[in-house]
Each structure stands twice: as C-alpha cells, then as structure tokens.
C-alpha cells in the first residue's frame, strides 16, 4: 500500500515546524540553510547509507543562471554526500522528489558533489542547487545488477570495478594499450635498459583481490623472491609477465590486472571469483643482461 498520502500529510507539519525564511517560499531549516520544496515524485523511501543514488543536479551562485556553475546527472555513494548542509537534502527527498536549496559555499561538500570540477566558490558565496533525486538503488539491487552483467558481459563487469577502483585511489595509473590491465611505477631505476627476452630477472610481488585488498598471492611467503627467465612460456600469469617488461631494474610498480591476464573466466576455487580483476604489488631486483 503506499504511503504518499500519508507524506504529503507531513509536508505542511515539516515546513511548520521550520522557521520563516528571508527568501520568499523558502523555509530556514538551520542556520544559513534555506529549502523549498518542488515537486513531489511517486517514491515511498528516502535513501541510507549504503544505497547509491542518481541525481539531477545544478548548482550557481545566488542570482545567476540554474547550473552556471555546475551541472550534472549522475549516480552518487549517499553516505558520501551525508555532509553539512546536504544532510537536510537527503532527509526530505524520496525517489521523483525535487527541492532547491539556498546556502553559503563552506557548507557544502564540494570534493564529493562536484568531483573534478573548477575551484571552490569562496566560502561566504551563497549558492543555490536544485537536486532532482531520480533513482535508488540498494546494496541487494547493485550486487544483483553486477552479477548479471559479470554473466552476459564480463569485460564491461571488470572496467567497472577497475574504474571505480582507481577513482577511489585517487592516484594516476596508466593504460597498457588497449587492454584492461592499469599501472602506475614508483622509485628510481637502476637500470633505465629495458629488459630482453631470456633475460633472468629476480622478482618479488604480492597480489590481493580487489574487492577487499585479501592476500591472495606472496613471494614473502616462501621467504625470498622469484627467479624466472623473461619470455618462458608458463613461468608466470601473463600480468606480472608484463608487469616485469613495463618496470626497470630497482622499480616498484602497482598494477590492477584484468582476469584475462591473471586466472581467467575459471578464478580459484574459494579465493577469487571468475572474471575478476586482482592488484599486484610487483618490484624488479634484479636483471641479468646478455645471459
């Protein structure tokens, strides 16, 4: 049964409950934050942490255009959003509901809202967003929506999770090529020579799952590091075969490594899934040339 008639019951009590505003139709809801609510979708639930969330979004300084400074529709973490003054956003709107909201710069969470956009307003600029909360989707819905795509499409399942991996690093890494595989190559070489194949190279790595950063695979575990001549044929997964050739001699590198250069469409058994991205933490000691 829905409960709409019961919330539009409660509207008028909420902005009766809120203090007379200096913008005309706009409620003070706290201190320098004024809402006006526009329109009522058909949705029942506000969104909880946990859920992801697709919003409409403009946002200008006072008395400029709608969305002259940003604009936007995209999906959002909710709890990421759940900052100063947007936590009185997402206590009044469910799905299809829209409200504009007046307030000052400092009071909004501008690195998550905005990710990527040009400099913060001044803090004492007041600005006005109109949000627009289009969709939500529980964890239970984006697990469910994750495990079909890795079925019928599992090469877009693991750009996805690569790409969101690396957006949450917030560290550079670098494509190879066409592929999925992504790097990004620390310390000072050595040896700026790259390496040959038969070449014999001294190796230490230590790979985890992605989803959760689990040890999956260590050369500390057996106390020293891996000897392999370069371009063997089963020596090593093909990832940290090009990660060998991508580093130099005394390099540490970060690689985010596709399944189809790690354990494929088969994972292992209890330990990790089938098409699933790893990261491997893989330093080249030593190589020896001409051998």
């Known amino acids: 049964m829905s409960r709409r008639p019961v919330l539009l019951g409660l509207v ?61 529709r995209r999906w959002y973490a909710a709890k990421d959003l759940r900052q100063e003054a ?13 409200l504009s909201m007046i307030t000052t710069a400092a009071r909004l969470p501008w690195e998550q809202l905005a990710p990527g956009a040009h400099a913060t307003p001044a803090d004492t600029t007041r600005m006005i967003l109109e949000v627009a909360l289009r969709t939500i989707r529980t964890p239970a819905m984006i697990r469910a929506e ?11 399942y693991e750009r996805r999770l690569i790409e969101a991996w690396v957006a949450r690093t917030g560290d550079v890494y670098e494509p190879w090529g066409t ?27 230590r790979g985890e799952r992605l989803e959760d950063g689990v040890v999956i695979d260590d050369t500390g575990r057996n106390g020293q590091p891996f000897s392999f001549r370069y371009g063997d044929p ?11 050739m991508l580093l130099r ?11 189809a250069m790690a354990f494929g469409a088969r994972g292992i058994d209890g330990l990790v899934e089938p098409h699933s991205p790893v990261v491997y933490t893989v330093r080249l000691l030593r190589v020896e040339r001409g051998t």
């Open 12 to 72: 008028p009590l909420l902005l009766a409950a809120c203090s007379r505003s200096p913008y005309p139709d706009y409620k003070r809801v706290d201190r320098d934050i004024h809402i006006r609510l526009l329109a009522l979708g058909d949705g029942d639930e506000r969104a909880v942490d946990g859920d992801s969330i697709e919003l409409d979004l403009r946002i200008a300084a006072w008395g400029g255009e709608p969305g002259s400074w940003y604009s936007t």
């Open 249 to 259: 001699e005394g390099q540490e590198g970060s690689f985010v490594i596709p399944s």
């Open 179 to 205: 592929s999925l595989l992504r790097y990004r190559i620390t310390g000072v070489a050595r040896d700026t020579a790259r390496i040959q194949m038969g070449d014999p190279v001294l190796v230490e790595w």
């Open 86 to 98: 947007f936590t009185e956003v997402l206590q009044r709107l469910r799905s299809g509901d829209s």
């Open 234 to 244: 089963d020596q090593v997964m093909k990832g940290i075969e090009t990660a060998v």
């Open 146 to 156: 994750a495990e079909r795509l890795r079925i019928t499409d599992p090469e877009a």
